[in-house]
Each structure stands twice: as structure tokens, then as C-alpha cells.
């Protein structure tokens, strides 16, 4: 049987609007997938529905198939995407009237049942669907199928049981589909962008990196690629880099299968060309992943710069003015973050300013408005030298909080709407399994000792970071066995939380994968109430691992270019 084509046009609600014209005109393609949500896109979707009712779905969508449904049509393409955020009934009756409008026979499907109960102050609650709704919609004819909140990956795993007739149990090529449904979800992660070792390649191919494709085959594994001519680059450390963002232990949970990341092997077949096989998989599951967001208040900030001589007595005096103003009616959470991106003696204004961050949170709108803009406003002219702001404090504005829970997936009404109306329930799986960690593998013999040099972690390493609700991940690997035997035993939980202090506190796992050389780490509780609460400077943990590399660590000279 002929592999299976799918390619990716987007990687969020936002991402690059031209390029489901760029997949559809570039090469050929099965299935043209694209991934529009995201924890904020779902808050964000949120507040959409409650100011239209009719709304609640990616409009980007919508406005990328006036094009997007003629192009598909004329190459037999069949299209899937959760651009239906909320409402994904509206948005297939909003692609109805698209099609007709165009002439165009174009048969639409959607996925729903993912939508949970409503409960007090929860905004959006959603469970992870699988990929069988979206094999019966494709089974059905099909030509375009939006869903709601299903996992990333059930936009390559559903086409896929579809196409070759894979049965509910056949769990090693259901995780083989998850695995290159992964590797394609983010867009032109998998192509060089966001990549740690971007340095190493062809600049011009980084200027505009073309979207990824897999070529799925009915034993499971893939061959992830590129269009032929297009920018970016396909290689064994992009797709590594792209396999280790936002996952946790070996055991990759979903609701099709249980994927086991220990077994996945990735080959450079050939320029632009990385093999996926080997990947083994087990019983989902009993539980869906649910992620629910809700408002958790008000908040505001004020960023104050700081230039030239004493820095950190400028910062003492602001904060103890601006707090003394905020005392008589404290909002409940106050933040300062002292960033010195000074340098002594500069030779710019800029490069001589550090810059002091204060966020204050509470559940009264009023104690983060009026009353952090007049504490701070009315300084100007009474506090440090130099006295200035980067932009004046606003009203203050409404916060989100996302939350993961986990659900019973036989009490989850997963439904196929086929083309023709016709409602079709989809089963849970036939089998369950409950997730447990996967024992340390054996490790390789440690490099022998030698002499070493202080350097940053990353001229040997790479790493890509991210979100999960509160938690992060940061996943680092390296590209010789060499280079592998010593990060293995050098990189530990405690030297992790001693290069990087903000996560002393804070509960740190190690997950060790010797197929990818590969440790992934998830650090719980840095991000706070999730990126929607934007509690930290880097509210989705997409840097954490650039830091990570950028600290010194004593690296062996025969490992050193």
C-alpha cells in the first residue's frame, strides 16, 4: 500500500497564514492537517463565545479555505483541522456556506463531545479526544473534518486509521502515527525553526522554513520530510529537538494509545529525509486528559528602568515608595522582578538601563487599576534619578488560569457529525492500561576521566523547552555516543536545579531516553497557574532551555570542537 501524505499547516491560531496555499501548491499531499489550539487559544476562544455565540472557532480557518477548499478540491487533498476550537458545529456549517458560496461540492464533517459540563467560574472545559471520530468523518467522504479539543496528534492518527484500517488494538502503529503526528504538530519546529542549533545551518533555509510532511506507512513507521525546493531543514536533530518539546516521561499518554518515546529510532535517510520506526505502543489509558480555564482575577504591571550607577539602591527606593502607596489597600499578590540588563560603562542609553518589573494580582479590579497607575505615575518627579517607565500602567485587565484534570473516557460522549448529518458515537477503547513510570534504563559506561574546560552546556547540547498547564519541560540531547555517556551521568536532578536556581524548590523528574541521547526533564509548579496567568517572565517556558545551555558546566576537552 502506497504511504500515506500528510502535511501541517499551522502549529497555533496565529502561525504563518499563507501556508495551507504553500502545502497545497507545493507538492502533493493526502491530508492537510493543521493545529490551532493551544491552553491560551482555548481562554481565548473563551471570551470569543461569550461576546458571539455564533463564534468560538479559529476564524483564521475559515478565512484560509476562501482559497484553501478550491485548491484541496482540485488536488483530491482531504483537510483536518481543530480550528472548531468551541464550536465546531458553527465552523462546518460556516464551511457549508464557504463551499456553496465558491460552487464547490465540498462534504464537511466535524467532531464534537469533547465539550464538558459547566461548572461555577469555569470558563472552557475540555477533554483530549482521540482520532477515531475523525477516521469515521474520512471514512464517511469527507473532504474537510474540524473538531474541537482533541490531542495534537489524533490530527495525523485519525486520517491514518482511516486510510490503512487499522483496528483499535493495533497499538505499535497507532503510536507510530502519534509519534510523526507529534513531530508534525508544531509547524516548522521540525524544520529548523526554534532550533537549538540553528548556527550549524544554512541561513537562507531559516528565513522562511518550509512546513513539514510525514509519509505515513501501514506498518507505522513515517519518513518525515519537507516539499521539494521548499526552506528550512529536515534532520535527525530537528525532529529529536521537536520529539522531546512539551513531553514528560517515556510512557506518552493519549487516548488512542499509550506511545513509548523509549522505542522510537530516527535514521537520516537521505537529505530532508528522517525515518521513524521502532516505536512500540500500549493500551490508552482509562482516563481522557481535560484541561479547564477559568478567570482568576485582575491583573496589571509597570516596568521601571533603572539607568546608570546604583541600580539595586534605585530598585530599593521605587519599591518601597510604590509599596508604602500600595499598603492601605494591598492587592493581594505583588511580584518584583529586578532584570539587570545593564552593562558598566555603555556606550548606549539602553545597554546603561536594567529594568524593575512589578506585577500585582487580586481578585478586585480596582486594586490593580487606579491604584497601581496613581502609585506609580505619581513618582515621576519624586523617587530615583533618571525616574522612567517603558509604557504608563493601564486599567489592568482580567487573567486566565488553566487546569488539567483527568476524566473517565466512557462517560465522554465522543461523536462523528458525518457529512450527511448522520451522528455516529464512537466506542472508547476495547483496552485500558494504567500509566506507570518506566525504570531507569541501563546506563552507558561514563567517558573516562580527562581534562575539562568551564563552557556554556550548550556548545555540546541542545535543548527545546516548554509548556504543560504549571509544569515545564526542558529536553536535552546530544549527537554522539561519546557526547552521551558523558551528559548521562553528568546531567542530574541536582546539578539541573543548581544550574538553573529558579527550580530549587521545586519538584524535578528525570526522564532518561538513550535512543534519542535524550534526558527530559519536567520541573512542576514554575509556570504557576499557566500561561494564561502569565506569572513569570517567560509565562510558556519557551527559553528555559536557551538558559539552560547558556550556564557553564566543566565539558571534557575530547568532547569540545
Known amino acids: 500500500m502506497n504511504p500515506l501524505r500528510i502535511g501541517n499547516a499551522s502549529g497555533f491560531y496565529g502561525d504563518r497564514f499563507t501556508a495551507v496555499r504553500e502545502m497545497l501548491t507545493d507538492g502533493r499531499l493526502d491530508v492537510l492537517t493543521g493545529d490551532y489550539l493551544a491552553e491560551l487559544t482555548m481562554l481565548i476562544l473563551g471570551r470569543d463565545l461569550l461576546k458571539d455565540p455564533s463564534g468560538g472557532y479559529a476564524k483564521t480557518f475559515l478565512r484560509q479555505m476562501e482559497d484553501g477548499l478550491g485548491l484541496a478540491h482540485e488536488r483530491g487533498t482531504r483537510i483536518v483541522a481543530n480550528a472548531g476550537g468551541l464550536n465546531p458545529a458553527g465552523l462546518a456549517d460556516a464551511l457549508r456556506e464557504l463551499a456553496a458560496k465558491l ?13 464538558l459540563p459547566a461548572e461555577p467560574g469555569v470558563l472552557t472545559a475540555n477533554a483530549y479526544l482521540g482520532g477515531a471520530g475523525i477516521a469515521a468523518c474520512l471514512a464517511a467522504g469527507a473532504d474537510v473534518v474540524v473538531t474541537g479539543r482533541v490531542t495534537d496528534a489524533a490530527l495525523v492518527t485519525g486520517p491514518a486509521q482511516w486510510h490503512f484500517g487499522w483496528g483499535p488494538e493495533e497499538y505499535n502503529r497507532l503510536a507510530g502515527a ?9 509547524g516548522t519546529q521540525a524544520t529548523g525553526g526554534n532550533y537549538a542549533f540553528f548556527r550549524e545551518l544554512d ?26 525546493g521548499t526552506g528550512g531543514v529536515v534532520d535527525v536533530g530537528t525532529v529529536t529537538a521537536q520529539l522531546l518539546y512539551e513531553t514528560g516521561g517515556a510512557r506518552y499518554a493519549g487516548p488512542d494509545v499509550t506511545a513509548r518515546l523509549d522505542t522510537v529510532r530516527l535514521t537520516q535517510e537521505g537529505p530532508d529525509r528522517v525515518r521513524i520506526d521502532g516505536v512500540r505502543g500500549e493500551a490508552p489509558p482509562p482516563t481522557l486528559k481535560a484541561g479547564r480555564c477559568r478567570l482568576g482575577g485582575h491583573r496589571n504591571e509597570v516596568v521601571l528602568v533603572l539607568t546608570g550607577l546604583d541600580v539595586e539602591a534605585k530598585a530599593a527606593l521605587v519599591r518601597e515608595q510604590i509599596g508604602a502607596a500600595l499598603a492601605e489597600n494591598p492587592p493581594a499578590e ?6 539587570r540588563t545593564d552593562r558598566e560603562d555603555a556606550d548606549t542609553e539602553e545597554t546603561a538601563s536594567a529594568l524593575l518589573r512589578l506585577v500585582v494580582r487580586d481578585q478586585d479590579p480596582e486594586k490593580v487599576g487606579r491604584a497601581l497607575t496613581g502609585a506609580a505615575i505619581e513618582l515621576a518627579l519624586a523617587s530615583y534619578p533618571g525616574f522612567h517607565v517603558t509604557a504608563p500602567p493601564g486599567r489592568g485587565a482580567p487573567y486566565g488560569v488553566f487546569e488539567t484534570a483527568y476524566v473517565p473516557a466512557a462517560g465522554v460522549p465522543h461523536t462523528a457529525v458525518l457529512p450527511d448529518g448522520t451522528r455516529a458515537a464512537i466506542p472508547v477503547p476495547p483496552a485500558a492500561r494504567a500509566l506507570e513510570p518506566v525504570p531507569e534504563p541501563a546506563l552507558p559506561a561514563p567517558l573516562p576521566p580527562g581534562p575539562a574546560v568551564r563552557a556554556p552546556l550548550g556548545r555540546i547540547a541542545g535543548a527545546r523547552s516548554g509548556d504543560k498547564g504549571g509544569d515545564a519541560n526542558v529536553g536535552v540531547w546530544v549527537r554522539t555516543e561519546a557526547e552521551w555517556r558523558w551528559l548521562v551521568h553528568t546531567l542530574t536532578v541536582d546539578l539541573f536545579r543548581a544550574l538553573l536556581p529558579e527550580t530549587a524548590d521545586l519538584h524535578v523528574t528525570r526522564h532518561v531516553l538513550p535512543n534519542l541521547r535524550a534526558v527530559n526533564f519536567t520541573v512542576a509548579g514554575i509556570l504557576g497557574e499557566g500561561v494564561a496567568s502569565r506569572a513569570r ?8 532551555g536557551e538558559w539552560l545551555r547558556s550556564r557553564h558546566v566543566d565539558v571534557p576537552e575530547q568532547l569540545l570542537p
Open 203 to 228: 541561513p537562507t533555509l531559516l528565513l522562511r522554513p518550509g512546513f513539514p510532511l510525514a509519509e505515513l506507512y501501514e506498518d507505522g513507521s513515517a519518513v518525515v520530510t519537507k516539499h521539494p
Open 178 to 186: 502519534v509519534v510523526a503526528g507529534h513531530v508534525l504538530e508544531c
Open 103 to 115: 460552487g464547490l461540492p465540498t462534504r464537511v464533517a466535524h467532531v464534537e463531545g469533547d465539550l
Open 537 to 544: 517572565f517567560d509565562p510558556q517556558a519557551k527559553a528555559l
Open 334 to 339: 505583588v511580584r518584583w522582578e529586578l532584570a
